[in-house]
């Protein structure tokens, strides 16, 4: 493929009404697959972690490290399901990070209607995973793929706020009677950041806007989460990630994220957190490290300990270490895990990934068919669909709402 062959241009609606138009030249076949390893290790890797702290998540320390051993938990504890020990079962935070990605490839398909890309097909993205906690299994009402997936219909854990939340704008209904509006709530609970890695894996030659990437994923957590410090640590994630595709390394990465951050109102919850997690992990790594900077139930504190743990342990080799210290605490262990699995997938691709975990992670052949439409749609999508066409079975697929 010719570098200069091909301009791509792209209109980008922001929020505020402002638009960003980058142009870019193609880019060459080793940097899409480059790109493609990171978005797959960024959404297998997150799955993995939450996976790996999902049975633990209210274990507290001393139980952790008395079933798994001192070094934590570095393989999937068994569940008992209909008593059949099962493992790798993933929990809601793989649930709507999923439907995160679903929303995001709507979204984008959505602008050949040239309204650009409306963040509120996010929150009915939203809505049809509620449908997966309020329901057996589907009930062929709903459009797109995703939602007729069985394995999905199983409720694990979800956070009160974010079920609640949703509730409530269906007024006892089916449709959404406050579409695209925020919650009502004042929660900073991590039900918002442990979901918003997605926003990051824009191709960087086409989507070339690192505060769009912020503003756009705490708009999307905002539809559960009202507090501000719970939308800036998801928008915090989003610029993490999203620099880290760009090639920076991850202590740049996290720079950016801070620097980003200190643009913003209400800000210094998340800046103070993310700082002291740098701090902590320029000692040795410990589990009394991680539990310091909290429990990982509300926003900044989750993303602040999954930081810790892959600056603490950030080599490719190192990675089944750092999601072991993300999830061996007393706190929300399958949070500070996918967090943690979503910055060092996305770092080192999907090849760094556990292979005793990546194996037998729930809905690994789900979680790898939506990586890889979600690039087909944002480096290829013109092949696919287009107000003049073509018109292909992809529009049935990821209907533009």
Excluded at 123 to 136: G, N
Excluded at 183 to 196: E, F, I, L, Q
Excluded at 259 to 277: N, S, T, Y
Excluded at 286 to 308: K, P, Q, R
Aim: proline letters at 5%; a negative charge.
């Amino acid at each position: 493929m010719c570098a200069a062959a091909v301009d791509l241009h792209l209109s980008v609606a922001l929020s505020d009404g402002g638009t960003i138009v980058t142009t870019a030249s193609a880019p060459e076949r080793d940097q899409v697959e480059a790109y493609r390893s990171r978005v797959r290790g960024c959404l297998l890797g997150g799955a993995i972690g939450d996976a790996l702290g999902g049975p633990v998540e209210f274990w507290d320390l001393e139980r952790i490290q008395a079933a798994c051993g001192p070094a934590g938990v570095r393989q999937y504890v068994p569940e008992d399901v209909d008593g059949t020990h099962t493992y790798g079962r993933i929990t809601d935070d793989t649930q709507m990070t999923l439907f995160t990605v679903e929303g995001i490839i709507r979204g984008a398909v959505r602008r050949d209607r040239g309204l650009g890309f409306t963040v509120a097909v996010l929150h009915h993205a939203y809505d049809r995973w509620l449908d997966t906690q309020l329901q057996s299994g589907p009930d062929g009402e709903r459009d797109g793929w995703l939602v007729t997936e069985r394995w999905l219909y199983s409720r694990r854990a979800p956070g009160n706020t974010c079920l609640s939340a949703l509730e409530g704008p269906r007024g006892g209904r089916r449709k959404l009677e406050r579409f695209g509006e925020p919650a009502r709530n004042d929660s900073k609970g991590c039900g918002g950041v442990m979901r918003s890695a997605p926003f990051g894996l824009m191709p960087p030659w086409v989507w070339d806007s690192l505060p769009w990437q912020l503003e756009t994923a705490a708009e999307a957590a905002g539809y559960t989460h009202g507090h501000p410090t719970g939308q800036l640590a998801s928008g915090a994630l989003a610029v993490l990630v999203g620099a880290i595709v760009r090639g920076q390394e991850l202590p740049d990465a996290v720079d950016t994220t801070v620097r980003l951050l200190r643009e913003q109102d209400h800000h210094e919850e998340c800046v103070l957190a993310i700082e002291r997690a740098a701090e902590a992990a320029q000692e040795a790594p410990s589990a009394a490290a991680i539990t310091s900077l909290g429990g990982g139930w509300v926003a900044e504190e989750a993303l602040a300990m999954a930081i810790y743990a892959a600056l603490a342990h950030p080599g490719p080799d190192e990675m089944l270490d750092a999601l072991a210290l993300a999830v061996t605490h007393s706190g929300d262990s399958d949070s500070t895990g996918a967090i943690c699995g979503n910055i060092l997938g996305a770092l080192h691709g999907e090849t760094a990934l556990p292979p005793e975990l990546a194996f037998e992670v729930e809905g690994r052949g789900t979680i790898l068919s939506l990586a890889d439409d979600l690039i087909y749609e944002l480096t290829a999508g013109a092949r696919l669909h287009g107000d003049h066409g073509p018109i292909t079975r992809w529009t049935e697929r990821y209907p533009g709402w």
